[in-house]
């Protein structure tokens, strides 16, 4: 398994823009896809966006196409989520995930790998 630790969370007024990181160690960062979850109060966990190991192909939960932006540095092994128009709705801790393989999905379950979770906030 790789290690991962978010961080980048933080109180941020709605409409404003926030980019998440996920930095990856222990592991062969190159042979993992690499994914955003988030889970808001009393909600489930929730797929947020993915990314392939190769840094193709990324996909998102269709509400936030558009707005969030996943990558992959394999220079630094980290992931980002850029969030922007971000709205109260956003509010949530965000986790990145990583599952060994070339393909990423939207199931929680698929993944072995999980960071401690970054809080972001939106709120006036």
């Known amino acids: 398994q790789v290690q991962l630790v978010e961080s980048g969370g933080e109180l941020v007024q709605p409409g404003g823009r926030l980019t998440l990181s996920c930095a990856a160690s222990?592991?062969?960062?190159?042979?993992?896809?690499m994914a955003w979850f988030r889970q808001a109060p009393g909600k489930e966990r929730e797929f947020a966006a993915a990314i392939t190991l190769k840094g193709g192909a990324p996909y998102y939960q269709g509400s936030l196409k558009g707005r969030f932006t996943i990558s992959r540095d394999s220079a630094t092994n980290t992931v980002y989520l850029q969030m922007d128009n971000l709205n109260p709705e956003d509010t949530a801790a965000y986790y990145c995930a990583a599952t060994p393989g070339p393909a990423a999905t939207m199931m929680v379950s698929d993944y072995d790998s999980w960071g401690q979770g970054t809080q972001v906030t939106v709120s006036s």
């Open positions: 222990g592991g062969a960062f190159g042979l993992y896809a």
